[in-house]
């Protein structure tokens, strides 16, 4: 069994469409978090959910919506897609008690925006 | 704020050696956590080793071992007995105590060869 697990694993579309992306995670983790790995590989971390409510929320264009309709699921809608959206998304999970132990992440969705 | 510098971005050594990443590091916080994160070719995001900065000892799982200097601010990773299923790029990551991100450095691309 996936413990996070993202779909799709590829996302080619054109600019200026809608697109989403979902999470889900079997862990019975309370806190799951969007991080989004540029074409250097960068990761930075978007948004994060705790128990269904938003409790990071980095500079993040306005067109990037997440939404969690309970603690095992986060999808990330993205309108009005940029080429600059283009990059490998990952979701990931963790508990709030032992998120010391670091994240277990989702295996990426590509997004290319062409 | 953090920040998380890995000063090699690319590395390649021969089967069987041994390798060290480096890896700093700059807070002012005196508790947090230290990560070691692999993303092989497959993209999936996985845990190397994990630090607690209040412990002095410094952690090892199997070939993977890191070296703490907290004074330093530094977190390198030793890989014994380096195997090709090493080849990947490696994160370093700081996550502060009680708080719910974590920070990625850039990424060190290890190449492990026959």
């Known amino acids: 069994d996936t413990a996070v697990s993202q779909t799709p694993k590829y996302l080619v579309t054109q600019m200026g469409n809608d697109k989403s992306i979902k999470c889900e995670q079997n862990l019975g983790h309370d806190t799951m978090y969007w991080y989004k790995q540029d074409s250097k590989k960068f990761l930075k971390i978007m948004f994060s959910y705790n128990n269904k409510e938003l409790i990071i929320n980095e500079t993040v264009p306005n067109r990037f919506s997440p939404k969690s309709p309970d603690k095992a699921h986060l999808n990330l809608h993205i309108n009005s897609l940029e080429l600059g959206d283009s990059a490998v998304y990952f979701c990931a999970s963790s508990q709030t008690r032992g998120r010391d132990y670091g994240y277990t992440f989702g295996s990426g969705t590509r997004l290319t925006v062409v | ?114």
């Open chain 2, 1 to 114: 704020a953090q920040t998380v510098t890995q000063s090699q971005p690319e590395m390649s050594v021969q089967e069987a050696e041994t390798v060290t990443l480096s890896c700093t590091y700059d807070t002012s916080e005196s508790n947090y956590y230290l990560f070691w994160y692999k993303q092989p070719p497959s993209r999936q995001m996985i845990l190397v080793i994990r630090q607690e900065a209040y412990k002095q000892q410094n952690a090892t799982e199997n070939r993977f071992s890191v070296n703490f200097q907290k004074a330093a601010k530094s977190f390198s990773l030793k890989i014994s007995d380096s195997q090709l299923g090493d080849t990947a790029m490696y994160f370093c990551a700081f996550m502060k105590h009680g708080d719910d991100k974590i920070i990625f450095g850039k990424g060190t691309r290890l190449h492990i060869l026959p």
